[in-house]
């Protein structure tokens, strides 16, 4: 299985900062990475695709990069609704597995 | 307008079997590049992906999980189907079902149901 791993963790910030969330994959994906957005007891919000394709209906404030093994979730200024658990998600090769997710709180 | 609703018991009991019905609307799993995913998450923890089956009756499973899974779809009425043998208290989780294209760009979910939990304990 392919691993994929986030980094921070967890991360604190303040309205209007502009954050950055990676994620690597234990080998090469190409591009086929999802981009997750999870508010506590609500389903995940499927926020880019492929990597850089932002999902409709999606802020533009977000923005998705990389390919191969690294990619980046980027958050241009940070809104109070953004405050949440982000995941990232090969799509390579089954099974499709998650990041361990990012954490974003208020500083 | 899609919708997916996830419906089973709340409650199984240790060694027990699972089974999970998603159902969904606004969409048909008969089209083409057309999926539905199940995707679990235990209390506080990361999101776990289990199973997908696709609009021809493809099927994919958890590495770990994949002798316990079953996946099946009832186009006609517009349902999908899990199924989880063998149920364990670490098994406690929220269970999604999604749906899920399928094209040049990868596998990607689009529409979540609500999410049902499922608590295994004798």
């Known amino acids: 299985d392919i691993q994929m791993t986030q980094s921070p963790s967890s991360l604190s910030a303040s309205v209007g900062d502009r954050v950055t969330i990676t994620c690597r994959a234990s080998?090469?994906?190409?591009?086929?990475l999802n981009w997750f957005q999870q508010k506590p007891g609500k389903a995940p919000k499927l926020l880019v695709f492929?990597?850089?394709s932002l999902q409709s209906g999606v802020p533009s404030r977000f923005s998705g990069s990389g390919s191969g093994t690294d990619f980046t979730l980027s958050i241009s200024s940070l809104q109070p609704e953004d405050f949440a658990t982000y995941y990232c998600q090969e799509t390579y090769r089954t099974p499709h597995t998650f990041g361990q997710g990012t954490r974003l709180e208020i500083k | 307008q899609v919708t997916l609703r996830e419906s089973g018991p709340a409650l199984v009991k240790p060694t027990q079997t699972l089974t999970l019905t998603c159902s969904f609307s606004g969409f048909s799993l008969s089209t083409t590049e057309m999926c539905v995913s199940w995707v679990r998450q235990p209390p506080g923890k990361a999101l776990e992906w289990l199973a997908l089956i696709h609009w021809d009756d493809d099927k994919y499973y958890s590495t770990s999980l994949k002798t316990r899974l079953t996946i099946s779809k009832d186009t006609s009425k517009n349902q999908v189907v899990l199924t989880m043998t063998n149920m364990d208290p670490v098994d406690t989780a929220t269970y999604y079902c999604?749906?899920?294209?399928?094209?040049?760009?990868?596998?990607?979910?689009?529409?979540w149901g609500q999410g049902t939990l499922v608590t295994v304990s004798s």
């Open positions: 492929g990597a850089s």
């Open positions: 080998q090469t994906i190409a591009n086929y």
């Open positions: 999604a749906r899920t294209h399928v094209n040049s760009r990868g596998y990607y979910a689009d529409y």
